[in-house]
T-cell receptor, first 113, second 110 residues
Framework: EAGVVQSPRYKIIEKKQPVAFWCNPI?????LYWYLQNLGQGPELLIR????????DSQLPKDRFSAERLKGVDSTLKIQPAELGDSAVYLC???????????FGPGTRLTVT | RKEVEQDPGPFNVPEGATVAFNCTYS??????FFWYRQDCRKEPKLLMS???SGNEDGRFTAQLNRASQYISLLIRDSKLSDSATYLC???????????FGAGTRLAVHP
């Protein structure tokens, strides 16, 4: 069974530029999560989707971050404009339901210069 | 105060040693508890859930003390392949909203 797929794996951009990350969850998984992980820290939830609905986006900095999951399958997370402090690993995870285990993708490592 | 606190380590132990990690959580309403493992530059992976009565999976034993709000993970007979960061995770219910600790790094040497 294919796992959670994320792209790109690495991204280097200059500050103030836009950037987008893509995630394809495990087939059949209705719940999708985006996390941010800083060096030496655990992942922190940014947003959770149940199908195409964002049911928890309380931790998403909405002034510069946006996300979508239009057809309830793959999802895109965008930052515009990026700041130096956004340098981190962005992890996508999926689960069959909110009551089942989360499986993480390999992450996108973002460096903002 | 962080919601989930862990000793960052690193714990440097020889092969075959027994090592224990502790973790404390601040929200007494937390219902579900887990240990995740994260290898360097890899994604976190579920190691085991933690049940009130304590549970064991091979060389790994997890314990929960709700009164003191702490969770432990014991690894017996450490292997080189156990070297990783171990993340303590709590949730208010099920797997829905996971709160991760910063992790404890383990290095097992020959």
């Amino acid at each position: 069974e294919a796992g959670v797929v994320q792209s790109p794996r690495y991204k280097i951009i200059e500050k103030k530029q836009p950037v987008a990350f893509w995630c394809n969850p495990i087939s059949g998984h209705n719940t999708l999560y985006w996390y941010l992980q800083n060096l030496g820290q655990g992942p922190e939830l940014l947003i959770r989707y149940e199908n195409e609905e964002a049911v928890d986006d309380s931790q998403l900095p909405k002034d510069r971050f946006s996300a979508e999951r239009l057809k309830g399958v793959d999802s895109t997370l965008k930052i515009q404009p990026a700041e130096l402090g956004d340098s981190a690993v962005y992890l996508c995870a999926s689960s069959f339901s909110k009551a089942s285990g989360q499986f993480f993708g390999p992450g996108t490592r973002l460096t903002v210069t | 105060r962080k919601e989930v606190e862990q000793d960052p380590g690193p714990f440097n132990v020889p092969e075959g040693a027994t090592v224990a990690f502790n973790c404390t959580y601040s929200n007494s309403a937390s219902q579900s508890f887990f240990w995740y493992r994260q290898d360097c530059r890899k994604e976190p992976k579920l190691l085991m859930s933690v049940y009130s009565s304590g549970n064991e999976d091979g060389r790994f034993t997890a314990q929960l003390n709700r009164a003191s709000q702490y969770i432990s993970l014991l690894i017996r007979d450490s292997k080189l392949s156990d070297s990783a960061t171990y993340l303590c995770v709590v949730s208010l219910g099920g797997y829905n909203k996971l709160i991760f600790g910063a992790g404890t790094r383990l290095a097992v040497h020959p």
